[in-house]
């Protein structure tokens, strides 16, 4: 019996780049739609469900996929709403890469050493990355700062995290060079979560910071987030510092986003969040 995975997209023209990754992964067929919107979910969920018996099930597989994260998360939502026993088949959520990214950056940050009881700087962590890898390492039992440019969205995102997943992170205002080096004092590590092309760690901040003992940047489009590193870099050493850069974080990347999908087709029953996603990414470290 043939591997179907339904890719469920928001965006308008479904992601080639998870339709690629999606047949890497061992996929016999990949039944893409664009545009999709959560109150269009239970017919397609419907469809997919009920053309085999519960005890094939395991043969479909949904992935939920676009830019718009909170659009995904809804419309995962709607895909587990739908289910009920024994009809159900296994759902995986990757908006934007949120979780396979965040999960890499957060195993690329362990491989230095644990975290716990020390404290962790997530740069421009607002968005999905951001606060997954906030989550994530809070979860690891680090002691995590948030920051965003202004201070009440970094507390909205903090506040999020607590109702989402029950981490206990603490936010601030990250706005220049100056608030930048006080943030990171007596800090363990830092990732740098920000948008494309902009520096969020100056060389001479991340070089003279004496206790920075790992640093992980997910932006591979210059000016990198942290200055002076490479987008190649997977754990180089430098003063006594680990750095990872986002091909070096993107390579374990891929090996998450491909192990998660085959992981969809050994049970009907598997819901692949960031919590599913990264106990994946440690088998994969081990």
């Known amino acids: 019996m043939k591997k179907i995975l339904v890719q469920l997209d928001s965006d308008r023209v479904p992601s080639l780049f998870d339709a690629v990754t999606a047949y890497d ?26 053309t085999r018996g519960p005890s ?16 995904g998360e809804a419309i995962l939502r709607e895909v587990t709403g739908t289910f009920f026993d024994p009809l159900r088949v296994s759902v995986m959520l990757d908006s934007n890469g949120c979780n396979t990214t965040a999960t ?29 890898v906030a989550a994530l390492l809070a979860k690891e039992g680090a002691e995590v700062t948030l920051t965003s440019r202004k201070l009440n969205r970094a507390e ?34 830092a990732v740098c979560t920000g948008i494309e092309g902009v ?25 990198l987030g942290i200055e002076g590193t490479q987008v190649h870099w997977d ?24 192990r998660s999908i085959a992981r969809l ?8 969040d960031a919590e599913e996603i990264m106990k994946i990414a440690k088998e994969l470290a081990e």
């Not at 664009?34 to 469900?49: F, Q, T």
């Not at 690329?108 to 421009?124: F, N, Q």
């Open 25 to 50: 992964s061992g996929i016999d067929l990949l039944l893409p739609y664009g545009g999709i919107e959560p109150k269009e979910v239970r017919d397609l969920v419907y469809g997919a469900m009920f």
């Open 56 to 71: 094939d099930l395991k043969n479909t597989a949904i992935f939920i996929g676009g830019i718009d994260v909170a659009k």
């Open 104 to 132: 890499a950056a957060v195993i690329k940050v362990l491989s230095a050493g644990p975290v716990r009881g020390k404290k962790t700087v997530v740069l421009a962590g607002t968005g999905p990355v951001g606060q997954r």
């Open 156 to 189: 909205t995102a903090c506040a999020a995290l607590g109702e989402r997943f029950g981490a206990k992170t603490t936010p601030a205002a990250v706005a220049d060079n100056i608030a930048t080096a006080s943030v990171l004092e007596g800090a363990h590590a």
């Open 199 to 223: 520096t969020l760690i100056p060389e001479a901040i991340w070089r003279e910071n004496p206790t920075l003992r790992v640093l992980a940047d997910v932006n591979a489009v210059p000016p």
């Open 235 to 258: 754990g180089e050493e430098i003063e006594g510092k680990r750095l990872f850069g986002a091909i070096g974080i993107g390579g374990f990347k891929m090996k998450v986003h491909k």
């Open 265 to 272: 087709f050994e049970r009907n029953d598997l819901v692949l």
